[in-house]
């Protein structure tokens, strides 16, 4: 009696097969292969018979599922043993559907590709979940009916050498990394100072003590900073209190998607869609649990199999009394469990550090796994303690205070060794004991901008406001790129001045709902809540489509300046690098509008030249001006490639050079140039943008 197991992924063939014997088929999807049928319907979707999706199948694949349709017919029990996700039941419900054999299929659940989970699913298997299909059908339209109804006002509103789409939660995450751009924009720098003591006990022993300001920002005056200097100089230090305590520091939670993702990025160096497509790896070899999971639940025997081994091979005093629990995120689907390593044994050999000839796994993988099986086996161990240390120190009315902290107890940390545990000696000090006082100086900080986001920061805020799902992180952040929406500075996001544009119209217009963080992330529950079957997809459905129609409505109305162009289509007002302008709303019509000094529409004045060609490229220099102050200059037209610059007079201006100095830089070994910043003077490196090595100019 023959049996057929199907999967999603091909990588998954092998190892299932040596876990059921040769009574088993197993064959694999490659993931969706049904995609909506935009020749029917709107772009795919019966929005008038209760937003029913025609499908067809990816041309690609039709030779694949014809094949498994019919070894189907060859087989007495069908085995759905697709993803344990809504893109998972999706897909089984699709192919349940082709094979057209109710009576023959069975959905086989598992977390983890091990014999024991495998055998185990098909043992006991259950029905599809039509709530959990009808939730992915939902995310589906509506993120197809955001993206076609949406995109067309971006490309007939903003200007642009690309083409421009929306998507439901890449423009959250657009408008996350855009709000902090012009946080940093706004930013104004503020310089404070901070007075320090260089002091000794009596034995000689030397440390140094900081003066304790309520506000650490309220000290911004330079001289008052050399006046208290001055001030403590002939003041007695005296030791007024010494606080010694224990801190114990709890394990860090397991691994979640989200979790993984920012520590593979902050400790390995992995961005998040390498994260992902490692993990998808080692979980197709049976090495760790479903990478993509919100729930901290872990199951009962790993959890019993971790405690007999953390006691066998660290000790009693390593295993707590009871197990440690962690709390999934809001909404978390409790059917998971966390993402840990499938079998406990080798995690504790990987915690301690089995080579990558030993694993035989790629080097990445090795780490990944590492990483994964040091996080869970950490998980379980008891807390680590510190001795803390606080010394005030008494001078005069004011205080200075200094701390330290050494580790009494290592706990978790004897395995998650990611990075030193700082500890700071601090001498034998008694209480009313008087210091030796061998310096007392100020230093000047500067506050900082907020930083830009990256991928470990995203993923952190998209999952504290609640926007998308394990599935979707890395996605974001792959779109936002494709579209050049955003661009990477170093391991930072920055948003692209079209990617601004996008932003902006798409806030203007579309603020309330799909770019609403609320808005997007209330969307996720209500899917949540049709997974759950707490409310009807189709009425979730209508009740979205008919507040997006009529935002666009509205956008329509607003962009419309009631003129029309001489070739008697209307003006319409577009978006451009510069900001708004007047348009035809016929793209190929070649009469060109803008604004007068009183915001009116007119014909485009002609553009002025200078009679002189640019003395660096030998191109016009064009008439502008400046949207700053007003001022006019002629710019070459070669720009961003050449700045060449004129006055209004015409004359062309030089640029000035930066003076070289005689010292190297630190980091590339290039000449060090005397540069002028917001602040003053500075020293920089010759290499910019290559190298950005600053440091302070020593007059």
Avoid at 615 to 633: E, Q
Wanted: hydrophobic share 35%.
């Amino acid at each position: 009696m023959k049996k057929l197991i199907i999967v999603e992924s091909p990588n998954k063939i092998k190892k299932i097969k040596s876990f059921v014997g040769n009574d088993y088929i197993v064959m694999a999807t490659c993931g969706h292969f049904l995609e909506l049928n935009d020749g029917k319907g709107m772009f795919g979707i019966d929005v008038k018979n209760n937003f029913e999706p025609f499908y067809k199948i990816d041309k690609n694949k039709k030779d694949r599922i014809k094949q498994i349709v019919d070894v189907s017919k060859t087989c007495d029990e069908v085995f759905v043993c697709t993803d344990n996700d809504r893109e998972g039941e999706a897909i089984g419900a699709h192919i349940a559907k082709l094979i057209n054999a109710p009576s023959k299929i069975k959905r086989g659940i598992f977390n983890e590709i091990t014999q024991k989970a495998v055998v185990n699913a098909i043992s006991n298997p259950t029905e599809i979940n039509e709530n959990k299909v009808n939730a992915q059908k939902a995310r589906q339209i509506i993120d197809k009916i955001v993206g076609y109804k949406v995109s067309p006002l971006l490309w007939n509103n903003i200007v642009s050498k690309k083409s421009l789409s929306a998507g439901r939660v890449q423009s959250i995450g657009l408008k996350i990394i855009a709000d902090r751009q012009r946080l940093i924009d706004k930013f104004s720098k503020l310089k404070y100072y901070t007075i320090h003591a260089k002091l000794s006990n009596s034995k000689g022993e030397e440390f140094e003590a900081q003066m304790s300001i309520k506000d650490k920002l309220s000290l911004t005056s330079e001289n008052k900073a050399k006046n208290l200097v001055e001030y403590f100089k002939d003041k007695d230090f005296i030791v007024s209190d010494i606080i010694v305590k224990q801190e114990k520091r709890f394990p860090l939670s397991v691994f979640t998607t989200s979790l993984l993702q920012q520590s593979a990025f902050s400790l390995l160096g992995f961005d998040n869609d390498k994260t992902m497509k490692v993990a998808q790896k080692l979980y197709e070899e049976g090495l760790i649990t479903y990478h993509r999971s919100d729930s901290a639940k872990i199951s009962q025997d790993a959890l019993a199999e971790t405690r007999k081994l953390i006691k066998s091979n660290f000790g009693n005093e390593y295993l707590p009394n009871k197990p440690h629990f962690f709390k999934s995120a809001k909404g978390a689907q409790e059917a998971h469990e966390c993402i840990r390593p499938t079998n406990v044994i080798d995690a504790i050999e990987m915690a301690n550090k089995i080579t990558q000839k030993q694993t035989g796994y790629t080097g990445d993988q090795d780490r990944l796994l590492q990483l994964v099986s040091k996080r869970f086996v950490a998980s379980q161990i008891e807390q680590a303690i510190f001795e803390k240390i606080s010394v005030d120190i008494k001078v005069d009315k004011a205080l200075f205070s200094v701390g330290g902290q050494k580790l009494v107890f290592d706990g978790y940390l004897k395995i998650w060794d990611y990075y030193e545990v700082e500890e700071k000696q601090l001498p034998e000090l008694q209480k009313g004991e008087k210091l030796n006082v061998l310096d007392i100086f100020y230093q000047g900080h500067e506050t900082k901008p907020p930083p830009r986001f990256n991928s470990a920061s995203l993923v952190k805020e998209l999952e504290k406001n609640e926007v998308g799902r394990p599935s979707t992180y890395a996605s974001i952040l792959t779109t936002l790129l494709k579209r050049e929406y955003i661009k990477k500075e170093g391991k930072a996001f920055e948003p692209t001045q079209i990617g601004m544009l996008v932003e902006e119209f798409l806030t203007k217009f579309f603020g309330e709902n799909i770019m609403d963080i609320k808005y997007t992330a209330d969307m996720e529950e209500l899917l949540d809540k049709i997974e759950s079957g707490n409310s009807d997809w189709v009425d979730v459905l209508r009740q979205m489509y008919n507040d997006l129609l009529d935002k666009i409505g509205k956008v329509k109305k607003s962009e419309d300046t009631n003129k029309l162009c001489k070739c008697g289509k209307k003006i319409l007002l577009k978006y451009g690098r510069w900001g708004k302008f007047p348009a035809c709303e016929d793209k190929e019509c070649d009469i060109k509008y803008a604004f007068d000094e009183g915001g009116a529409v007119i014909l485009k004045p002609k553009k002025e030249y200078l009679p002189d060609p640019c003395p660096k490229c030998g191109k016009k220099l064009i008439k502008r001006k400046s949207k700053k102050d007003g001022t006019i200059f002629y710019g070459c037209e070669g720009f961003p490639n050449c700045k060449q610059l004129a006055d209004a007079d015409g004359n062309f201006i030089k640029k000035k050079t930066a003076k070289k100095l005689k010292e190297k830089c630190p980091k590339c070994k290039k000449e060090l140039v005397l540069r002028n910043g917001p602040t003053g003077k500075f020293v920089g490196c010759s290499g910019y943008p290559k190298c950005r090595y600053t440091g302070s100019y020593d007059k």
